[in-house]
């Protein structure tokens, strides 16, 4: 946020802070927090189900299953644009 805000500050101090995040450490940096964030929701919605759902303790091992192949697919697809972008794609 405080990057962010540095654009009514200072235009060019934040153009200066923005091109520092642009290399390919960030990238992974970036991918990972992304990875993070993806599993920590998908596995809340698991937990609200196992809470909420009569039938959900029965099944929550199938669900931890889905849970990481949706994780697995949202991050394939996400990586492979993201990565791309930043290791010089377009």
Same mark, same amino acid.
């Given at each position: *946020?405080?990057?962010?805000?540095?654009?009514r500050?200072?235009?060019?101090?934040?153009?200066?802070?923005?091109?520092?995040?642009?290399?390919?450490?960030?990238?992974?940096?970036?991918?990972?927090?992304?990875?993070?964030?993806?599993?920590?929701?998908?596995? +809340?919605? %698991?937990?609200?189900? &196992?809470?909420?759902?009569?039938?959900?303790?029965?099944?929550?091992?199938?669900m931890?299953?889905? &849970?990481?192949?949706?994780?697995?697919?949202? *991050?394939?697809?996400?990586?492979? %644009?993201?990565?791309?972008?930043?290791? +010089?794609?377009?």
């Open positions: *946020m405080l990057d962010t805000s540095l654009v500050v200072s235009p060019g101090a934040y153009d200066a802070v923005m091109s520092t995040y642009k290399n390919p450490l960030m990238a992974l940096g970036e991918t990972a927090l992304v990875a993070a964030i993806v599993f920590h929701a998908f596995n +809340g919605l %698991r937990l609200i189900l &196992v809470d909420f759902w009569k039938s959900g303790t029965k099944y929550h091992r199938q931890l299953w889905g &849970v990481l192949a949706l994780w697995v697919i949202t *991050m394939v697809a996400f990586s492979i %644009r993201h990565l791309s972008l930043a290791f +010089g794609g377009h």
